[in-house]
């Protein structure tokens, strides 16, 4: 009996085959690639962007289409999408061949260091090799099957060249397993030869029934979990560092409900601050080189260290010199093997929210000292003081700080709303300030820190979350590398939130430089002085009119009062709106780092600054621990 078959070319067919792709978890199913971004060249116009068209135009379209400005920012917004909806479904990205691929390798990078999915549809070459070379083909002289497209293969978790139409058919269902893999996930990358693109084929119909891709969420190995409440057990000072994985998880009521159960307190990364909300006793804030004090203090002195979720980047272990307790020792809950043995850690490799519920019904009747939890509430108590006195703003005339801009926006915002940053000096101030009220109101991109993703982002969580107010905070360095997709919010009317703060240069890298001996260097926007630096006036640059001439609605503010109505104007708007602000930069209104952060510094020099830099680099260094 012959099987049923439709004849379609390859671009066809595979936009018909993620039009029926689904994701599950706990019995809930969601669109698994729910649209397609694209810019179209002749690497994909006649290909993806003509089945696309097949696909259909209008609201009822199988595979909705999105418009982009540039490549790496049409990856951003994918990902910010894929953030907010828990990796339950993702967007696929659509350009020609040779500069818009290559622009697609940073937002490439991102996804998969972030463990986020996005799927990556590059056009190629001409795999029969007709046409040899083509425009904007790079040529080796001695591998020839090399594109501008491999450049993907190390930023992506799963990479194929389709050079065939039957070749499809495995690649794009692995494509699917790599995306929905909780431990596996990052952006997937399917090469798309332009001849192959446009190639008729037979193919069978069971390619395009629906298919529901179970999001699985292993139990712990009763070994492991019989040893973690063990360890807990017998620990005096333990303390979670909850990471991502725990939004990931959706996992935040297990946490509180274990934390509630036993006492022990929670520290935050970047990824994973809002595990807990902000006035829950036992949420000690951000941890590491960014952290509060309390949470920096409990972490010295933390005889358990119990990971969540967490990939334990450099600036959680302040680069290995925050855990000093003499015997501290390690138990990692993560669904990825290589991240729970980090740190020479006890492992419980399991879904984060399978393995809280697990350790919470093995710790039944557990409970810290009281006079442990004493003093990380009275820690915490103190820091709140510390907050307070950052965020507020006695003379509302003045011009603003960044931490008084930031208590101005804590006013404004509900429970829902979504702030959005990624680079320069605003994380360090988040981490430290920012109240988080709901899981994904924080949401911090700084696997990457990559200047350029908020504004994107702010689109893919709008379209994520159409009604949920959305913030994008921004410093005049990051908005000048991608400002471009405030067209697209425009075209499709999202109203997207953009805080856009000027302050003449790339205030954080400046305070770094200072601190290491680079003397501010080449981190200011100023005109080039009569000795050749630039230290001569700021530029004038007037960033408000060029936000406003990509078609948002701009409002100045200039004082402290002026920025509070600005906020809560834009909030009501239904508009993409810029709030645009001059901060004042030498009022020091924020908290000092509470740890270090090893970034070496030039053994030898002939510069006073350098020479010093590298004395205190020494001092600190000292306190490093190899975790063993």
């Known amino acids: 009996m012959s099987t049923p078959t439709r004849r379609l070319t390859v671009a066809q067919a595979l936009v018909r085959f993620l039009s029926v792709q689904y994701s599950e978890r706990d019995g809930v199913r969601h669109r698994l690639i729910a649209g397609t971004w694209g810019i179209f060249g002749h690497g994909n116009v006649a290909g993806i962007g003509q089945a696309l068209v097949e696909a259909g135009t209008g609201a009822n379209a199988a595979m909705p289409f999105h418009q982009g400005r540039n490549e790496q920012a049409m990856v951003h917004a994918a990902v910010g999408y894929a953030r907010h909806l828990n990796r339950l479904s993702a967007q696929a990205v659509t350009t020609s061949i040779g500069p818009g691929a290559t622009n697609l390798v940073t937002g490439a990078a991102l996804a998969t260091v972030n463990r986020l999915p996005v799927l990556l549809l590059p056009g190629d070459y001409f795999a029969a090799r007709a046409a040899d070379p083509l425009l904007q083909q790079l040529e080796h002289p001695v591998e020839a099957d090399l594109s501008v497209n491999d450049t993907l293969r190390p930023v992506s978790r799963y990479f194929d060249r389709i050079t065939r139409p039957e070749a499809l058919v495995p690649s794009a269902l692995n494509a699917m397993r790599v995306l929905t893999d909780p431990a596996e996930t990052g952006a997937v990358t399917l090469a798309l030869p332009q001849d192959v693109q446009v190639e008729a084929f037979d193919w069978p119909e069971e390619f395009f029934a629906e298919r529901v891709w179970h999001v699985r969420r292993p139990a712990p190995d009763p070994a492991e979990l019989a040893e973690a409440v063990r360890a807990i057990r017998s620990a005096a000072r333990p303390v979670i560092v909850a990471g991502g994985g725990i939004h990931h998880s959706q996992a935040e009521e297990a946490l509180r409900a ?14 994973g601050k809002g595990s807990l909300r902000h006035d829950h006793p ?40 925050l855990f000093q307790h003499p015997d501290v020792r ?130 893919g969580v ?21 400002p471009t997709e405030i067209v697209t919010a425009v075209q499709e009317r999202l109203p997207v939130n953009l805080v856009l703060i000027q302050n003449h240069g790339y205030a954080s890298i400046g305070g770094l430089s200072e601190s290491v001996g ?27 009119a ?66 010093r830099a590298r004395q205190e680099y020494d001092r600190q260094v000292t306190d490093r621990r190899r975790h063993l």
């Open 330 to 459: 390690f138990l990692n809950l993560n669904i990825a093997a290589s991240d729970a043995h980090k740190l020479a850690a006890r492992t419980l490799v399991a879904d984060a929210r399978s393995g809280l519920e697990a350790l919470a019904a093995g710790l039944e009747g557990h409970r810290v000292e009281a006079a442990y939890e004493a003093e990380y509430r009275a820690g915490k108590g103190s820091w709140e003081r510390v907050v307070e006195a950052a965020f507020r703003a006695d003379d509302e005339n003045a011009v603003p700080t960044q931490t008084q801009l930031l208590g101005a926006l804590d006013a404004v915002v509900g429970d829902d709303d979504v702030v959005i940053n990624a680079a320069g000096s605003l994380p360090g101030d988040l981490h430290k300030l920012w109240r988080s009220r709901s899981p994904r109101q924080y949401h911090l991109e700084y696997g990457y820190s990559c200047m350029g993703y908020e504004i994107p982002a702010g689109i």
């Open 546 to 611: 060029n936000a406003a001439s990509l078609g948002m609605d701009v409002l100045r503010a200039k004082t402290v009062r002026e920025l509070r109505e600005a906020l809560a104007t834009a909030r009501a708007s239904s508009r993409p709106t810029c709030v645009y602000v001059e901060t004042d930069t030498a009022a020091a209104t924020a908290p000092p780092a509470e740890a270090w952060w090893d970034v070496p510094v030039a053994e030898t020099a002939s510069r006073e600054s350098a020479v």
């Open 462 to 482: 709008q379209q994520a979350a159409p009604d949920t107010p959305v913030w994008s905070l921004v410093g005049d360095g990051t908005y000048l590398m991608m």
């Open 518 to 544: 680079g003397e501010r260097f080449g981190t200011a926007y100023r005109y080039r002085a009569a000795d050749g630096t630039f230290s001569g006036d700021p530029l004038p640059v007037d960033l408000a």
């Open 282 to 321: 036992a949420d000690l804030g951000g941890v590491g080189h960014t952290g509060t004090a309390v949470a920096d203090e409990v972490a010295r002195g933390a005889d358990l260290v119990i990971g969540a979720g967490t990939r334990y980047t450099d600036f959680t272990t302040a680069s290995h010199t």
């Open 258 to 271: 274990l934390v509630d159960a036993t006492g022990i307190p929670v520290v935050s990364t970047q990824a």
